[in-house]
């Protein structure tokens, strides 16, 4: 098993910038690539952004190309997100996840296999 835990959601102004964490614990060897998914009211959680934990590779979705940065500490365990030029459509969840099994889709969410409890993201404008 491996236990998600985000941390650094909050409120924001349209054009500010937040950090998200989230740290791993637990089997962590066994992780392969973590992803940053989001899910507004009354939407379907959609991808955000991934990345290999053993090759550093990024993926991410259009609307935030430019904007986010995932990055990692292998050595804290630890996924970031780095967001930039927030928008008021940014508000969402932000829900961390991982793989164990190294991603053929890295933007399906059924690709990952542990997830966290969220961090609340809001944009005003």
């Known amino acids: 098993q491996v236990q998600l835990v985000e941390s650094g959601g909050g409120l924001v102004q349209a054009g500010g910038s937040l950090r998200l964490s989230c740290a791993a614990s637990?089997?962590?060897?066994?992780?392969?690539?973590m992803g940053w998914f989001r899910q507004a009211p009354g939407k379907e959680r959609e991808f955000v952004a991934a990345?290999?934990?053993?090759?550093?590779?990024?993926y991410y979705t259009d609307s935030v190309k430019g904007r986010f940065t995932i990055s990692r500490d292998s050595a804290k365990n630890t996924v970031y997100l780095q967001m930039n030029s927030l928008k008021p459509e940014d508000t969402a969840g932000y829900y961390c996840?991982?793989?164990?099994?190294?991603?053929?889709?890295?933007?399906?969410?059924?690709?990952?296999?542990?997830w966290g409890q969220g961090t609340q993201v809001t944009v005003s404008s």
């Open positions: 637990g089997r962590t060897f066994s992780v392969y690539a």
């Open positions: 990345i290999s934990w053993t090759f550093g590779s990024t």
């Open positions: 996840a991982a793989a164990n099994v190294y991603p053929t889709n890295w933007y399906d969410q059924a690709t990952y296999d542990y």
